[in-house]
Protein backbone atom coordinates (compact mmCIF):
# COMPACT_ATOMS: atom_id res chain seq x y z
CA UNK A 1 0.00 0.00 0.00
CA UNK A 2 1.32 3.10 -0.77
CA UNK A 3 0.07 7.04 -0.09
CA UNK A 4 0.46 10.05 -1.87
CA UNK A 5 0.43 13.56 -1.44
CA UNK A 6 0.44 16.12 -4.33
CA UNK A 7 1.96 19.67 -3.67
CA UNK A 8 2.89 22.68 -5.94
CA UNK A 9 -0.70 23.89 -6.92
CA UNK A 10 -1.51 27.30 -7.44
CA UNK A 11 -2.20 30.53 -9.33
CA UNK A 12 -0.43 31.97 -12.46
CA UNK A 13 -1.01 33.78 -15.61
CA UNK A 14 -1.72 31.98 -18.91
CA UNK A 15 1.76 31.15 -20.63
CA UNK A 16 3.45 30.77 -16.57
CA UNK A 17 4.52 27.57 -15.46
CA UNK A 18 3.72 25.58 -12.17
CA UNK A 19 5.63 22.32 -11.36
CA UNK A 20 3.74 19.91 -9.43
CA UNK A 21 4.94 17.16 -6.68
CA UNK A 22 3.32 14.05 -5.64
CA UNK A 23 5.33 12.54 -2.84
CA UNK A 24 4.80 8.70 -1.57
CA UNK A 25 5.21 7.05 1.91
CA UNK A 26 4.34 3.05 2.54
CA UNK A 27 5.28 0.55 -0.20
CA UNK A 28 8.17 0.28 -2.62
CA UNK A 29 7.40 3.45 -4.36
CA UNK A 30 9.80 1.77 -7.51
CA UNK A 31 7.02 -1.08 -7.79
CA UNK A 32 4.48 1.43 -9.27
CA UNK A 33 3.21 2.54 -12.10
CA UNK A 34 1.90 6.22 -11.34
CA UNK A 35 0.27 9.20 -13.27
CA UNK A 36 -1.27 12.26 -12.87
CA UNK A 37 -4.93 13.30 -13.80
CA UNK A 38 -7.23 16.53 -13.37
CA UNK A 39 -10.72 17.07 -13.23
CA UNK A 40 -12.31 20.50 -13.61
CA UNK A 41 -15.88 21.65 -12.10
CA UNK A 42 -18.53 19.72 -13.90
CA UNK A 43 -16.05 17.37 -15.96
CA UNK A 44 -14.89 14.10 -15.23
CA UNK A 45 -11.30 13.33 -14.53
CA UNK A 46 -9.19 12.55 -16.84
CA UNK A 47 -5.79 11.54 -17.76
CA UNK A 48 -2.98 13.91 -17.90
CA UNK A 49 0.48 11.78 -18.16
CA UNK A 50 1.42 8.43 -16.74
CA UNK A 51 5.31 7.33 -16.34
CA UNK A 52 6.37 3.72 -15.80
CA UNK A 53 7.63 2.44 -12.84
CA UNK A 54 11.59 2.80 -13.71
CA UNK A 55 10.80 6.05 -15.37
CA UNK A 56 11.92 5.69 -18.71
CA UNK A 57 8.34 5.22 -20.46
CA UNK A 58 5.93 7.99 -20.46
CA UNK A 59 2.27 8.62 -22.28
CA UNK A 60 0.58 11.85 -22.29
CA UNK A 61 -2.86 13.36 -22.93
CA UNK A 62 -2.96 14.88 -26.46
CA UNK A 63 -3.74 18.01 -24.78
CA UNK A 64 -0.42 18.32 -23.07
CA UNK A 65 1.82 17.03 -25.28
CA UNK A 66 4.99 19.52 -25.77
CA UNK A 67 3.91 21.34 -22.91
CA UNK A 68 3.87 18.97 -19.55
CA UNK A 69 6.95 16.24 -18.33
CA UNK A 70 6.01 13.47 -16.40
CA UNK A 71 9.59 12.79 -14.54
CA UNK A 72 10.34 10.57 -11.01
CA UNK A 73 13.03 9.97 -8.48
CA UNK A 74 12.38 6.52 -6.93
CA UNK A 75 15.40 7.57 -4.18
CA UNK A 76 13.41 10.36 -2.96
CA UNK A 77 9.37 8.30 -3.67
CA UNK A 78 8.25 11.48 -5.71
CA UNK A 79 6.98 12.27 -9.28
CA UNK A 80 6.93 15.41 -10.70
CA UNK A 81 4.51 17.40 -13.45
CA UNK A 82 6.73 20.03 -15.13
CA UNK A 83 3.63 22.29 -16.32
CA UNK A 84 4.83 24.90 -19.03
CA UNK A 85 2.73 27.33 -21.28
CA UNK A 86 -0.28 26.71 -19.00
CA UNK A 87 -3.72 27.45 -20.40
CA UNK A 88 -6.61 28.45 -18.87
CA UNK A 89 -8.66 25.52 -19.96
CA UNK A 90 -5.72 23.68 -17.74
CA UNK A 91 -7.27 25.27 -14.52
CA UNK A 92 -8.08 21.95 -12.45
CA UNK A 93 -7.51 20.07 -9.46
CA UNK A 94 -4.54 17.27 -10.54
CA UNK A 95 -4.36 14.24 -8.68
CA UNK A 96 -1.61 11.44 -8.22
CA UNK A 97 -2.05 8.17 -8.78
CA UNK A 98 -0.32 4.77 -8.61
CA UNK A 99 -0.89 1.26 -8.98
CA UNK A 100 1.16 -1.91 -8.87
CA UNK A 101 2.23 -2.41 -12.86
CA UNK A 102 5.62 -2.61 -14.94
CA UNK A 103 3.70 -0.91 -17.51
CA UNK A 104 1.97 2.42 -18.89
CA UNK A 105 -1.73 2.75 -17.41
CA UNK A 106 -3.52 5.67 -18.52
CA UNK A 107 -7.24 4.88 -17.37
CA UNK A 108 -8.62 5.85 -14.19
CA UNK A 109 -10.62 2.87 -13.13
CA UNK A 110 -6.82 0.94 -13.61
CA UNK A 111 -5.50 3.34 -10.40
CA UNK A 112 -6.10 1.97 -6.74
CA UNK A 113 -3.95 4.98 -4.99
CA UNK A 114 -4.85 8.57 -4.95
CA UNK A 115 -3.49 11.86 -3.70
CA UNK A 116 -6.01 14.42 -2.14
CA UNK A 117 -5.03 16.81 -5.41
CA UNK A 118 -3.75 20.13 -5.36
CA UNK A 119 -5.31 22.92 -6.92
CA UNK A 120 -4.19 24.61 -10.37
CA UNK A 121 -5.76 27.99 -11.45
CA UNK A 122 -4.73 29.53 -14.80
CA UNK A 123 -5.88 33.14 -15.74
CA UNK A 124 -6.25 34.57 -18.77
Known amino acids: QVQLVESGGGFVHAGGSLRLSCAAS????????MAWFRQAPGKEREFVAA????????EYADSVKGRFVISRDNAKKTMFLQMDRLKPEDTAIYYC?????????????????WGQGTQVTVSS
Open 51 to 58: VNWGGRNT
Open 26 to 33: GSTFSNYA
Open 97 to 113: AGDLSPGIISTVTAYTY
